[in-house]
C-alpha cells in the first residue's frame, strides 16, 4: 500500500462536502483548530451550496472532490461531515491524478465509499472525526492530527465480554457496515482476505445488522479474515416483537465458526470518541485480558 505524504506546518488542507449540507458555522471550530495546527485551509467551491439534503448538486459535490483530488498543491482532503450521497457522485471522480500524487483522503461513515473505493487504488486512507464533530471531543481530532502528522497511533482499552481472544497481523479496512453492504458487487467493494476488518453503524434496525453480516459472510468477506474489530454499534433499533440479540451478539454469531480474533466497542464510529485509523495500513491487534491495537 502507499502511504500519501505526512503533513508538515504550511501544508495545504482541503474540505469538501460530498454528502449532506453544512453551514460553515458548523465547522468554523475545524477551521480554527487546522489553523492552529499550522495548516492552510482552503474550503471547496460548492462546500456551502444546498440541493435538498445534499451539498449542492451530484456534479457540483464531483467536481469539489475531482478539484482537491487533483489539485497537487493540497495534501490533505477532508469531509466536513457524512450523511448520504458519496456513493452517488464515485463513479463521476477520474482517480487518475490523485494515483500519481497520493494524499490523505478522511472521513467516516458515508466516506466510507471513498476509503473502500482508494484501497482499491492500493493508497491509505484515514477513518476518523470530521469536522461538523470537531467540537465535542479533542481526544479525537488529536488522533487525527498524530496520524497527519507521523505520530504512531497505539491504543489499548477493556476487554467487552463477547471478545474473541487472540493475536493477528494485517491490513486494516473497512468502515460503516451500511455502506459496505451497499457497495457489495461494485468497482468500489473490497478484498478483505487475510485483512482486519474494521465495522461500525449507526441508527439501525437489528434485523438489518443480521442482513448486512450473512451478505458479508455469504460473499466471503468473513470467511478468510486476521481479524474483525468492531466499532460503535450506536443506537441500534428493534421492532416490536424483538429480535432477540444485540448488534454485537449479531455480529459474533456471523463469524462463530471462523477463529480470528474478534473485539467489540473499539472507540471508532458514530461516538465521540471516535480514534483515528489508517485504513490500509498493517496494524498489530491483541485481544486478551485487555485490547491493543498498534498501527505501525
Given at each position: ?18 454528502a449532506r ?23 471547496s ?7 435538498n ?5 451530484d456534479?457540483?459535490?464531483a467536481?469539489?472532490?475531482?478539484t ?15 450523511g ?38 492500493e ?8 469536522p ?18 507521523g ?10 465480554p ?14 460503516n ?19 482486519i ?6 441508527d439501525?434496525?437489528l434485523?438489518h ?28 433499533k428493534d ?9 454485537e ?11 480470528y480474533p ?10 465521540d470518541?471516535?480514534?483515528?485509523l489508517?485504513?490500509?495500513k ?6 486478551e ?7 505501525s
Amino acid at each position: 500500500m502507499i502511504q500519501p505524504p505526512l503533513l508538515k506546518k504550511g501544508d495545504k488542507i482541503g474540505v469538501i462536502a460530498p454528502a449532506r449540507k453544512i453551514a460553515k458555522e458548523e465547522i468554523q471550530n475545524a477551521i480554527d483548530l487546522f489553523t492552529r495546527w499550522g495548516l492552510e485551509v482552503v474550503l471547496s467551491k460548492n462546500l456551502f451550496r444546498i440541493d435538498n439534503q445534499f451539498a449542492g448538486t451530484d456534479d457540483e459535490r464531483a467536481e469539489d472532490l475531482q478539484t482537491m483530488l487533483d489539485d497537487a498543491s493540497i495534501k490533505a482532503v477532508i469531509s466536513a461531515r457524512g450523511g448520504y450521497g458519496t456513493i452517488r457522485i464515485i463513479d463521476k471522480i477520474d482517480f487518475a491524478k490523485f494515483k500519481k500524487n497520493p494524499k490523505w483522503v478522511i472521513g467516516y461513515s458515508d466516506i466510507t465509499v471513498l476509503h473502500s473505493h482508494i484501497h482499491n487504488l492500493e493508497i491509505e486512507t484515514l477513518h476518523a472525526t470530521m469536522p461538523i464533530n470537531f467540537s465535542k471531543n479533542s481526544e479525537a481530532t488529536e488522533t487525527l492530527r498524530k496520524a497527519l502528522f507521523g505520530e504512531k497511533l497505539k491504543y489499548e482499552f477493556e476487554s467487552h465480554p463477547l471478545n474473541r481472544t487472540g493475536a493477528a497481523d494485517g491490513e486494516l479496512v473497512g468502515g460503516n457496515l451500511s455502506l459496505l453492504y451497499a457497495l457489495t458487487g461494485s468497482v468500489s467493494d473490497i478484498k478483505t482476505e487475510g485483512k482486519i476488518l474494521f465495522v461500525e453503524d449507526l441508527d439501525e434496525y437489528l434485523y438489518h445488522i443480521d442482513r448486512m453480516m450473512l451478505n458479508l459472510k455469504r460473499s466471503g468477506k468473513l470467511s478468510h479474515l486476521a481479524g474483525l474489530v468492531v466499532g460503535g454499534m450506536t443506537n441500534m433499533k428493534d421492532n416490536t416483537i424483538p429480535f432477540g440479540k444485540t448488534a454485537e451478539e449479531i455480529i459474533l454469531d456471523a463469524v462463530k465458526e471462523f477463529s480470528y480474533p474478534v473485539c467489540f466497542n473499539f472507540p471508532a464510529g458514530h461516538i465521540d470518541k471516535n480514534l483515528a485509523l489508517c485504513f490500509g495500513k498493517k496494524v498489530n491487534l491483541e485481544v486478551e485480558g485487555a485490547v491493543k491495537l498498534l498501527i505501525s
